[in-house]
């Protein structure tokens, strides 16, 4: 046997190199999802620093805190630079989730016109093949939707717990 043939002392086969395809698609899409999600919470996290700085800024304007010139535009600085880093954040989440999305649409889709085209002909009385492709296109464009709305749907939840903390810890309980 030659090398370029085995694998671990096994023959390769044509469809061990489709199951690694397939596996690395997959592995891609998983790390391409993490990333999505992982951008999602950074650029909701960051969107609480403008609001920090903010109201430390206002501290200093009242004279309820003493801070040097250098200190406040250090403070000034770091405003413009979270927007700069939230805007970043959500531009790569958008890449990423644009990216996950179309590669599951587009493979679903090729899936679902191989099944139609398969059809038998008592399901091609029933339905026609317009009328399926157009069921299962907007079915599949849902799922694209959701693929890409899944990120804002695990970092919305953060958002509303630090923003609940935060009024309380502004408000407190009023009806107590």
Not at 37 to 45: E, G, K, P, T, Y
Not at 98 to 118: D, G, H, I, P, R
Not at 131 to 157: C, G
Request: proline share 2%; aromatic share 16%; with cysteine.
């Amino acid at each position: 046997m030659d090398d370029s043939s085995t694998k671990f002392g096994t023959e390769v086969r044509p469809d061990d190199y489709k199951n690694m395809r397939s596996w690395f698609v997959k592995l891609n899409l998983q790390s391409k999802a993490v990333k999505a999600i992982s951008c999602s919470i950074l650029a909701a996290m960051i969107q609480f620093i403008p609001v920090l700085i903010l109201y430390m800024l206002s501290k200093y304007m009242s004279s309820a805190i003493e801070l040097t010139k250098f200190e406040a535009w250090v403070l000034v600085f770091s405003l413009f630079l979270s927007v700069i880093l939230q805007t970043f954040f959500s531009s790569k989440r958008n890449k990423y989730a644009a990216s996950v999305s179309s590669e599951f649409y587009f493979t679903l889709m090729s899936a679902l016109y191989k099944k139609v085209f398969n059809l038998s002909a008592a399901g091609r009385k029933i339905h026609s093949y317009n009328s399926i492709v157009t069921m299962l296109t907007e079915d599949a464009t849902h799922i694209r939707i959701y693929l890409f709305m899944r990120a804002n749907m695990i970092s919305a939840p953060i958002q509303i717990i630090v923003c609940l903390f935060w009024l309380y810890d502004l408000v407190g309980w009023l009806f107590s």
